[in-house]
């Protein structure tokens, strides 16, 4: 169950992705290519247009230092030359680590894994049959949050009840610190993404500036955007992994709250039933 639940979470991201980037690059080359056909059955320039051109043309004196007019590059690549491979590899990795513990804390905070139903019906029905060595085998040999916590109160119910409801108290809150501790992972990344975009911020603008203080050189505008085209787009790619991180954790964390406490009342109403059996200590 698990494994379907696996490749079926990260086939939803990987047809995510590979849309944006087939989107970006339809948007990079077919919509320029249309644009320049409609501006193409537009009626022509006037002639006098045309020779004021011309004559700017060859009065204007040509810039050897000034590259030579390219095609537009697609989205894809000029986010790219404007990460560079450092930042690349160090979003890419953010990204994969983020979309492995998204995957791995949506299945840890499913309502079966708290409190799958198919438990709760078997458990009642061998207590109302008087099979408590059944119930305990069942309970014991759940993964469940709730089979956890029935199988720790059930082996200390020998002890008394208030024993048991303890013991089922310390094996819950341990089972939320694991989950909280796992989900604190997201929030790790919420903080690290746009700290990285911070520090790709600053690099480019200083590779911008270092331009500018060089004695006896006057840069061109090409040359400063370079490190201006890095300093914004690491803040985007650094801001557009820290908000779904940070909206995911909050979402999730207040799941697992909600969750626990509903897991705490159905085993205590479960475990109510031995109340009246259990010896008193």
């Known amino acids: 169950m698990l494994r379907e639940l696996s490749q079926k979470y990260f086939g939803i991201v990987f047809t995510m992705l590979l849309a944006f980037f087939l989107a970006t690059e339809i948007t ?6 249309l644009q320049a056909t409609v501006l193409a059955q537009d009626e022509e320039p006037a002639e006098e247009k045309v020779a004021e051109e011309k004559v700017a043309e060859e009065v204007a004196p040509a810039d050897p230092a000034a590259p030579a007019q390219q095609p537009p590059e ?3 690549k000029w986010t790219f030359k404007s990460l560079g491979w ?3 590899i160090a979003f890419l990795g953010i990204s994969f680590a983020f979309v492995a513990l998204l995957i791995m804390n949506l299945l840890s905070v499913r309502r079966d894994a708290f409190v799958p139903q198919h438990l709760v019906d078997a458990f009642e029905a061998h207590c109302n049959e008087k099979k408590y060595q059944e119930a305990y085998e069942l309970a014991k ?3 469940s949050f709730l089979g956890q916590m029935l199988s720790a109160g059930l082996a200390r119910l020998q002890q008394g009840y208030a024993q048991a409801i303890e ?3 310390e094996v819950g809150e341990e089972e939320n610190m694991k989950l909280e501790h796992r989900l604190s992972y997201i929030a790790m990344v919420g903080t690290i993404a746009p700290m990285v975009g911070l520090l790709g911020t600053v690099d480019g603008m200083i590779m911008s500036f270092q331009k500018i203080a060089t004695p006896g050189s006057s840069p061109k505008p090409w040359e400063l955007a370079e490190g ?3 300093a914004l787009v690491t803040t985007l790619i650094g801001l557009l992994l820290a908000i779904p991180a940070i909206m995911a954790f909050n979402i999730m964390k207040n799941r697992i709250a909600r969750l626990v406490l509903e897991t705490g009342i159905v085993g205590e109403n479960l475990m109510s039933r031995f109340e009246n059996v259990a010896p008193k200590k």
């Open 28 to 33: 990079q080359t077919i919509v320029p290519s």
């Open 74 to 76: 697609s989205m894809l």
């Open 86 to 88: 450092r930042y690349t």
């Open 141 to 143: 040999n759940d993964e």
């Open 167 to 169: 013991g089922m108290q």
């Open 228 to 230: 201006i085209s890095t």
